[in-house]
């Protein structure tokens, strides 16, 4: 999945919707469409911002807020608490959106939109270009290329498979290419030799099913003999 960008992994046809949208059309799209987000896009087709299930949610959650105490009052940010009113309020699109977007390009990798849903704990993030959207990867975008074959695999020969193995065995400190040995049948590896650890054998079969082209891993490996392990 590292060669991915978001070009591949996006969904293109994101439905939209303008800044005047009622609040009340949206939740009803999101219901009937089976989505959690909207784009808000003006006329000229340029991003705005983005309502999202939560910023529904917050706004019916702001049908109880209690009215503010006279302390609050007196310590509150009067900007900041316009703001919540607003937004919890709001009868619009332009009312309730998020307009703080995390975006992305054509050419951002699968592991960089992976690493900024992880660290900002969002669901999706919007793939922009010159302005306008161009697409919406999720985190149901990259689990479908995860458990799919990149095109890269498909066609790799034993032997290309087995030489990628073994530079992939040579990066890792924990790997010996002398004690382990490495053969391909037909897109399955076989380790056999010697391993130091039960940590070690895991490590190879994981390092091996990362390897474009690899369809299976059998360990046929045995614990390090001592008089090796002294050698070594």
Same mark, same amino acid.
């Given at each position: 999945m590292t060669s991915l960008t978001a &070009?591949?992994?996006?969904?293109?046809?994101?439905?939209?919707?303008?800044?005047?949208t009622p609040v009340t059309a949206i939740a009803r799209l999101l219901a009937e469409r089976g989505i959690s987000a909207v784009p808000v896009l003006d006329h000229d087709g340029r991003l705005r911002g983005i309502v999202t299930e939560a910023d529904l949610i917050r706004r019916l959650a702001g049908a109880e807020d209690r009215p503010a105490g006279w302390l609050r009052r007196l310590l509150g940010n009067?900007?900041?608490?316009?703001?919540?009113?607003a937004r919890t309020h709001g009868v619009t699109a332009a009312d309730v959106m998020t307009e703080q977007l995390v975006t992305v390009t054509l050419d951002t990798t699968a592991t960089h939109v992976a690493h900024l849903l992880e660290e900002m704990g969002i669901r999706r993030v919007l793939v922009v270009e010159g302005g306008r959207l161009r697409g919406l990867v999720s985190r149901a975008d990259l689990l479908r290329a995860l458990v799919a074959p990149p095109p890269?695999?498909?066609?790799?020969?034993?032997?290309?498979?087995?030489?990628?193995?073994?530079?992939?065995?040579?990066?890792?400190?924990?790997?010996? /290419?002398?004690?382990?040995?490495?053969?391909?049948?037909?897109? /399955?590896?076989?380790?056999?030799?010697?391993?130091?650890?039960?940590?070690?054998? &895991?490590?190879? &079969?994981?390092?091996?099913?990362?390897?474009?082209?690899?369809?299976g891993v059998v360990d046929d490996t045995q614990p390090m003999p001592a008089y090796l392990s002294i050698a070594a």
């Amino acid at each position: 999945m590292t060669s991915l960008t978001a &070009r591949d992994l996006m969904t293109p046809d994101v439905v939209t919707v303008p800044p005047e949208t009622p609040v009340t059309a949206i939740a009803r799209l999101l219901a009937e469409r089976g989505i959690s987000a909207v784009p808000v896009l003006d006329h000229d087709g340029r991003l705005r911002g983005i309502v999202t299930e939560a910023d529904l949610i917050r706004r019916l959650a702001g049908a109880e807020d209690r009215p503010a105490g006279w302390l609050r009052r007196l310590l509150g940010n009067p900007a900041t608490e316009a703001e919540r009113y607003a937004r919890t309020h709001g009868v619009t699109a332009a009312d309730v959106m998020t307009e703080q977007l995390v975006t992305v390009t054509l050419d951002t990798t699968a592991t960089h939109v992976a690493h900024l849903l992880e660290e900002m704990g969002i669901r999706r993030v919007l793939v922009v270009e010159g302005g306008r959207l161009r697409g919406l990867v999720s985190r149901a975008d990259l689990l479908r290329a995860l458990v799919a074959p990149p095109p890269e695999a498909q066609g790799l020969s034993d032997s290309r498979i087995r030489t990628a193995v073994l530079a992939a065995m040579r990066k890792q400190p924990w790997a010996d /290419t002398f004690t382990t040995m490495v053969e391909v049948d037909h897109g /399955t590896v076989t380790f056999h030799g010697f391993v130091r650890s039960e940590a070690v054998r &895991r490590a190879l &079969r994981v390092l091996a099913e990362n390897v474009p082209g690899v369809i299976g891993v059998v360990d046929d490996t045995q614990p390090m003999p001592a008089y090796l392990s002294i050698a070594a």
